[in-house]
């Protein structure tokens, strides 16, 4: 039903089928009946394209076109209150009616009730894009990463990037305000160089010790080339040593062979079993054979 919370980690949208509309008018008429039968009104429309594309890489443009272009049919077809019209994310409880798009198919229709477990973007998709000047996609997951887990990053806190290197996610964690040392063997980029909140430890995971760091460090992040049990086995080490200021985890765990997969329940057990709460994991948009994973240090220990 509406309210079932799915929990999955490689699904960043989901809610209860309604089946499909060859037509407008078809889907129109499955919209109303919802409402009716929920007795609510307006729906929020969420209209987006179905996944076919490998992890990481972009739908097509014209797809994303036709998706908006539906989208703005609707509401010009649509009875008067049908839809709400205004720009705004939904509200806790509100109705969505989700609607996707895929090449050479009927339009696929469901719905759900917006909460906690649903993103307030259509499809799950965060709307971004990768600014000119940022040294590499890592911007993307950053970025997306803060907007899906809600962590609440504040101008002026410490964040260590290990695995920084060219410096797109310390480039993003700098232009909202955030000191930020990377740590990582290889060369970052001269505008995160240049930029004045940011240091540069020319370090792999293994050889950094805690006196190299600042005496308090808010956020952690990691997004190294090793497997997940080797990164999370050497991160265990850093964790530990950042009580009593660490507020959270930021880690992104490769995915070389989707066998890996089955074991994300056991990665994230790993992440609490740091002393860490909250723990949260997800396949970004802009991840690509990999998961991000969140969590928060618990209270008693900050």
Do not use: Y
């Amino acid at each position: 039903g509406a309210d079932v919370e799915l929990g999955a980690v490689f699904a960043r949208a989901f809610g209860a089928s309604l089946g499909k509309a060859a037509t407008l008018p078809e889907l129109l008429g499955l919209a109303q009946a919802l409402a009716a039968a929920a007795n609510q009104t307006p729906l929020r429309l969420h209209v987006f394209v179905g996944e076919d594309s490998s992890p990481g890489e972009e739908s097509s443009a014209e797809l994303d076109a036709a998706a908006e272009k539906l989208r703005a049919e609707l509401f010009a077809m649509a009875p008067p209150a049908l839809f709400v019209t205004d720009a705004r994310p939904p509200r806790r409880g509100e109705l969505v009616l989700d609607v996707i798009v895929r090449p050479d198919e009927p339009l696929w229709v469901g719905f759900h009730r917006h909460g906690d477990a649903h993103s307030p973007f259509p499809g799950g998709r965060v709307p971004l894009s990768l600014p000119s000047e940022a040294p590499s996609r890592a911007w993307l997951k950053l970025e997306e990463a803060v907007a899906w887990s809600r962590l609440p990053l504040r101008r002026d806190q410490v964040a260590v990037e290990i695995g920084s290197a060219p410096g797109g996610a310390s480039f993003a964690l700098l232009q909202r305000g955030l000191k930020v040392v990377g740590v990582d063997p290889g060369q970052m980029a001269p505008q995160v160089l240049a930029a004045s909140g940011f240091s540069h430890l020319q370090l792999s995971l293994g050889d950094l010790r805690r006196e190299q760091l600042p005496a308090t460090v808010d956020w952690l992040l990691m997004d190294v080339n090793l497997a997940p049990q080797v990164a999370l086995h050497g991160v265990r080490r850093i964790v530990s040593t950042l009580r009593p200021s660490l507020r959270g985890v930021i880690f992104t765990l490769k995915l070389n062979d989707w066998k890996l997969a089955a074991e994300v329940p056991a990665f994230r057990a790993r992440v609490a079993g740091m002393g860490l709460e909250n723990v949260r994991a997800t396949q970004l948009h802009a991840n690509r054979r990999e998961i991000c994973v969140v969590a928060t240090a618990a209270a008693r220990r900050r």
